[in-house]
């Protein structure tokens, strides 16, 4: 179940796909580690047609099809060392739904400066069952197009300044107001 995005139009999806061309450009597009060979190959293309054509819950259904993730991964054990561990089932629409909102919350910064939205709201763009104290605590926090732009373009994974999105699988967004 991919995210509830309320305020994607042409114009935010054309943000996108110009953010994800300005990380191209950088050479700062996020490629996870569990991406395979053919998986960081294929990664820029396959996110720049998820945004400007389909949905996280698309981008997700490619990774999986294309088999574009590793099977395992290192993992480290408590008693020191490494083990092999599988890459966990969710690990597609983990890495789908987390770099396409990133990618829409910048289009959407986007188009508030251009238009002279002063903030935008967090709010929660999936339901969750038990959602974590640190998320709860941002759904209804107003973010400053500009600070959240740059923060997100600033850094790229799951760690922000501005804590937004809060991590993986947190189910939040923005929304104009």
């Known amino acids: 179940m991919g995210l509830e995005y309320r305020d994607m139009d042409v114009d935010v999806r054309a943000n996108m796909v110009q953010e994800v061309a300005f990380d191209l450009d950088k050479g700062?597009?996020?490629?996870?580690?569990?991406?395979?060979?053919?998986?960081?190959?294929l990664?820029?293309?396959t996110l720049k047609e998820a945004a400007g054509n389909h949905s996280d819950v698309w981008l997700a259904g490619q990774i999986r099809e294309q088999r574009l993730l590793k099977s395992h991964e290192n993992r480290a054990k408590p008693s020191g060392g490494f083990t092999q561990a599988q890459i966990p089932v969710t690990a597609p629409d983990t890495l789908a739904e987390g770099e396409f909102n990133?990618?829409?919350i910048?289009?959407?910064c986007l188009k508030a400066l251009a238009e002279d939205i002063p903030?935008?709201?967090?709010y929660r763009a999936r339901p969750s069952a038990n959602p974590r104290a640190e998320s709860e605590a941002i759904i209804g926090k107003k973010f400053d197009p500009q600070q959240l732009l740059d923060d997100l373009r600033a850094?790229?994974?799951?760690?922000?300044?501005?804590?937004l999105p809060p991590g993986p699988n947190s189910g939040l967004?923005?929304?104009i107001p």
């Open 28 to 41: 700062t597009i996020y490629t996870s580690p569990r991406l395979n060979e053919e998986g960081s190959r």
């Open 43 to 45: 990664w820029p293309d």
């Open 102 to 104: 990133r990618f829409y």
């Open 106 to 108: 910048r289009g959407l």
């Open 119 to 122: 903030y935008l709201i967090a």
């Open 155 to 163: 850094t790229t994974g799951i760690d922000t300044v501005l804590g």
């Open 173 to 175: 967004s923005v929304t």
